[in-house]
């Protein structure tokens, strides 16, 4: 079994691996309180100086019988855990509004589409009023047009009531 000597004491260790500027030591049983400082020699199990250790003396981190070192300062910290994001709970009345306000916004966006439907059949009038064109000429879209009207009159007192619904609680 490898030890490792520090200030002229002698640990036992599983193991020792080394990664960037970490220094990770597997003592065979839990360590109080040693003090890295200088450097640490590295025996075989016969007791022979297998390497020298220099540099690693700040404790990044202890895990029962493991000891991780840093050799530029750096100290681990656990990472803090975002707590659950906490929905709170509606009211009715809140559910109630929630859903008023979904069906404002679907009721503006149609009308806004009724109205950009309009804009692209806008050219019949201005061709039936200069002559170019007869009504029996442009008889679907005319119909189409009206269909749209009565829609957005329809959707226009929908929202009507859905703002004033509001405004009376």
Known sequence: MEKLRIKKKEYDIEGIEKDGNLLKIMFSSETDNIKFAGTMDLLTAGGELE?????????YKVDGSTVVLSNDGSVYTEPVSEPDPVTPELTEEQKQEQERLAKVTETESRIAAIDAEFKTLDYIGIKIATGRASISDYEPEIARMSELADEKNELETQLTDLQSTKEVE
């Not at 220099?54 to 404790?59: E, F, L, P």
Request: with cysteine; charged share 0%; glycine share 12%.
């Open 51 to 59: 390497a020298t250790i220099c540099g690693y003396t700040t404790v």
